[in-house]
Protein backbone atom coordinates (compact mmCIF):
# COMPACT_ATOMS: atom_id res chain seq x y z
CA UNK A 1 0.00 0.00 0.00
CA UNK A 2 1.18 3.63 -1.32
CA UNK A 3 2.05 5.96 1.92
CA UNK A 4 2.17 9.59 1.90
CA UNK A 5 2.91 12.16 4.32
CA UNK A 6 2.12 9.20 6.87
CA UNK A 7 -1.37 8.43 5.53
CA UNK A 8 -2.25 5.25 3.45
CA UNK A 9 -3.40 6.40 0.18
CA UNK A 10 -7.44 5.59 0.69
CA UNK A 11 -10.03 5.92 -1.58
CA UNK A 12 -13.82 7.07 0.14
CA UNK A 13 -16.44 5.64 -2.34
CA UNK A 14 -19.51 7.55 -0.44
CA UNK A 15 -23.10 7.42 -1.48
CA UNK A 16 -24.08 10.88 -2.22
CA UNK A 17 -24.73 12.82 1.16
CA UNK A 18 -23.54 10.07 3.67
CA UNK A 19 -21.55 12.68 5.50
CA UNK A 20 -18.38 12.58 3.30
CA UNK A 21 -18.06 17.02 3.90
CA UNK A 22 -18.11 16.33 7.56
CA UNK A 23 -15.96 13.31 7.52
CA UNK A 24 -13.56 15.34 5.30
CA UNK A 25 -13.72 18.53 7.27
CA UNK A 26 -13.06 16.66 10.26
CA UNK A 27 -9.90 14.89 9.17
CA UNK A 28 -8.58 17.52 7.57
CA UNK A 29 -8.14 19.89 10.59
CA UNK A 30 -7.06 17.09 12.67
CA UNK A 31 -4.43 16.33 10.01
CA UNK A 32 -4.45 19.28 8.62
CA UNK A 33 -4.92 20.22 4.91
CA UNK A 34 -1.89 19.75 3.23
CA UNK A 35 -0.72 16.75 5.15
CA UNK A 36 -4.35 14.85 3.92
CA UNK A 37 -4.57 15.77 0.57
CA UNK A 38 -7.47 14.98 -1.22
CA UNK A 39 -9.71 15.39 -4.53
CA UNK A 40 -12.72 14.73 -5.52
CA UNK A 41 -12.97 12.47 -9.17
CA UNK A 42 -16.56 14.55 -9.85
CA UNK A 43 -14.26 18.12 -9.41
CA UNK A 44 -13.23 19.24 -12.99
CA UNK A 45 -9.38 19.36 -13.36
CA UNK A 46 -8.87 16.73 -11.04
CA UNK A 47 -6.10 14.15 -11.19
CA UNK A 48 -6.73 10.71 -11.55
CA UNK A 49 -6.13 9.24 -8.53
CA UNK A 50 -2.66 6.94 -9.86
CA UNK A 51 -1.62 10.07 -11.53
CA UNK A 52 -1.57 12.58 -8.33
CA UNK A 53 1.33 11.77 -6.69
CA UNK A 54 0.21 13.96 -3.39
CA UNK A 55 -3.04 12.69 -3.18
CA UNK A 56 -3.90 10.54 -0.24
CA UNK A 57 -7.83 10.64 -0.22
CA UNK A 58 -9.93 10.04 -3.12
CA UNK A 59 -13.61 10.73 -2.98
CA UNK A 60 -15.75 8.69 -5.49
CA UNK A 61 -19.57 8.50 -5.78
CA UNK A 62 -19.05 6.11 -8.79
CA UNK A 63 -22.23 6.69 -10.24
CA UNK A 64 -21.18 4.64 -13.14
CA UNK A 65 -20.39 1.82 -10.61
CA UNK A 66 -17.34 1.08 -13.06
CA UNK A 67 -14.32 2.35 -10.57
CA UNK A 68 -12.53 -0.64 -10.54
CA UNK A 69 -10.68 -1.45 -6.91
CA UNK A 70 -6.88 -2.09 -6.76
CA UNK A 71 -5.12 -4.40 -4.02
CA UNK A 72 -2.92 -1.36 -3.40
CA UNK A 73 -6.04 0.90 -1.84
CA UNK A 74 -7.40 1.35 0.98
CA UNK A 75 -11.20 1.99 0.92
CA UNK A 76 -13.42 4.10 2.75
CA UNK A 77 -16.86 3.08 2.19
CA UNK A 78 -19.56 5.49 3.48
CA UNK A 79 -22.98 5.09 3.66
CA UNK A 80 -26.59 6.24 4.87
CA UNK A 81 -30.27 4.80 5.20
CA UNK A 82 -32.01 5.48 1.14
CA UNK A 83 -34.50 7.70 2.45
CA UNK A 84 -32.40 10.18 4.66
CA UNK A 85 -29.77 9.87 1.61
CA UNK A 86 -32.36 10.09 -0.97
CA UNK A 87 -34.30 12.82 0.58
CA UNK A 88 -31.14 15.02 1.16
CA UNK A 89 -29.80 14.44 -2.37
CA UNK A 90 -33.35 15.78 -3.66
CA UNK A 91 -33.42 18.54 -1.46
CA UNK A 92 -29.69 19.85 -2.33
CA UNK A 93 -30.85 19.34 -6.12
CA UNK A 94 -33.88 21.14 -5.05
CA UNK A 95 -31.64 24.14 -3.73
CA UNK A 96 -29.10 24.41 -6.25
CA UNK A 97 -32.30 24.91 -8.86
CA UNK A 98 -32.03 21.08 -10.70
CA UNK A 99 -35.22 19.64 -9.25
CA UNK A 100 -36.23 16.26 -10.71
CA UNK A 101 -38.65 16.88 -13.37
CA UNK A 102 -39.65 13.50 -12.49
CA UNK A 103 -39.52 12.65 -9.16
CA UNK A 104 -41.18 9.27 -8.79
CA UNK A 105 -38.09 8.54 -11.95
CA UNK A 106 -35.62 9.81 -10.20
CA UNK A 107 -36.35 7.94 -7.56
CA UNK A 108 -36.30 4.56 -9.22
CA UNK A 109 -33.37 5.84 -10.44
CA UNK A 110 -31.69 6.80 -7.47
CA UNK A 111 -32.59 3.50 -5.34
CA UNK A 112 -31.37 1.33 -7.98
CA UNK A 113 -28.26 3.07 -8.29
CA UNK A 114 -28.03 2.51 -4.20
CA UNK A 115 -28.86 -1.00 -4.31
CA UNK A 116 -26.07 -1.39 -6.98
CA UNK A 117 -23.70 0.31 -4.66
CA UNK A 118 -24.54 -1.56 -1.64
CA UNK A 119 -23.82 -4.42 -3.61
CA UNK A 120 -20.60 -3.65 -4.82
CA UNK A 121 -18.90 -1.68 -2.13
CA UNK A 122 -20.63 -3.53 1.07
CA UNK A 123 -21.65 -7.03 0.28
CA UNK A 124 -18.54 -7.88 -1.67
CA UNK A 125 -15.67 -9.01 -0.28
CA UNK A 126 -12.92 -6.51 -0.55
CA UNK A 127 -9.36 -6.06 1.83
CA UNK A 128 -8.43 -3.16 2.76
CA UNK A 129 -11.95 -1.96 3.65
CA UNK A 130 -13.51 0.45 6.54
CA UNK A 131 -17.14 0.94 5.97
CA UNK A 132 -18.98 4.16 7.84
CA UNK A 133 -22.46 4.57 8.79
CA UNK A 134 -23.90 8.01 8.35
CA UNK A 135 -25.97 7.32 11.66
CA UNK A 136 -23.23 5.95 14.03
CA UNK A 137 -20.60 8.83 12.35
CA UNK A 138 -23.59 11.48 13.53
CA UNK A 139 -24.54 9.23 17.13
CA UNK A 140 -20.69 9.20 17.72
CA UNK A 141 -18.74 10.89 15.55
CA UNK A 142 -15.78 11.07 18.27
CA UNK A 143 -15.80 6.84 17.98
CA UNK A 144 -16.15 6.84 14.54
CA UNK A 145 -13.69 9.22 13.51
CA UNK A 146 -11.06 7.41 15.69
CA UNK A 147 -11.45 4.34 13.81
CA UNK A 148 -10.98 6.43 10.46
CA UNK A 149 -7.97 7.92 11.37
CA UNK A 150 -6.90 4.69 12.76
CA UNK A 151 -7.38 3.12 9.57
CA UNK A 152 -5.80 5.93 8.12
CA UNK A 153 -2.58 6.74 9.92
CA UNK A 154 0.60 4.66 9.27
CA UNK A 155 1.12 5.05 13.01
CA UNK A 156 -2.32 4.11 13.97
CA UNK A 157 -2.20 6.86 17.02
CA UNK A 158 -4.95 8.99 17.69
CA UNK A 159 -4.87 12.21 19.96
CA UNK A 160 -8.67 12.36 21.47
CA UNK A 161 -8.33 15.54 22.76
CA UNK A 162 -7.60 17.10 19.47
CA UNK A 163 -10.20 15.03 17.58
CA UNK A 164 -12.70 15.65 20.48
CA UNK A 165 -12.44 19.22 19.36
CA UNK A 166 -11.86 19.14 15.60
CA UNK A 167 -15.38 16.65 15.92
CA UNK A 168 -17.31 19.38 17.92
CA UNK A 169 -15.93 22.33 15.79
CA UNK A 170 -17.49 20.75 12.85
CA UNK A 171 -20.68 19.43 13.30
CA UNK A 172 -23.72 20.73 12.00
CA UNK A 173 -27.58 19.80 12.81
CA UNK A 174 -28.03 16.55 10.57
CA UNK A 175 -31.02 13.79 9.74
CA UNK A 176 -34.66 14.32 8.68
CA UNK A 177 -34.86 18.33 8.26
CA UNK A 178 -37.70 17.94 5.49
CA UNK A 179 -40.23 15.17 6.56
CA UNK A 180 -41.10 15.04 2.82
CA UNK A 181 -38.39 16.79 0.48
CA UNK A 182 -38.68 14.84 -2.19
CA UNK A 183 -42.64 15.77 -2.69
CA UNK A 184 -42.58 19.37 -4.85
CA UNK A 185 -45.46 21.50 -3.97
Known sequence: MKIINGLYRTVAATFPRSGNTYMIYCLGHYFSKQRLHFTDIHRPGSLPFDKDPDCVLLKTHDFDLKFSPQPQWKYLVQIRDPLEALAS?????????????????????????????????????????????????????????????????????????????????????????????????
Request: charged letters at 25%.
Open 89 to 185: WNQLNIEEGHPAKHIDEWWRKQMQFYADFVKKWILQPMPNRLVVPFAELMADPVAVLSDVITFLNVDATVDLDKLTRVALANQRPYGRQHPTPFIRV
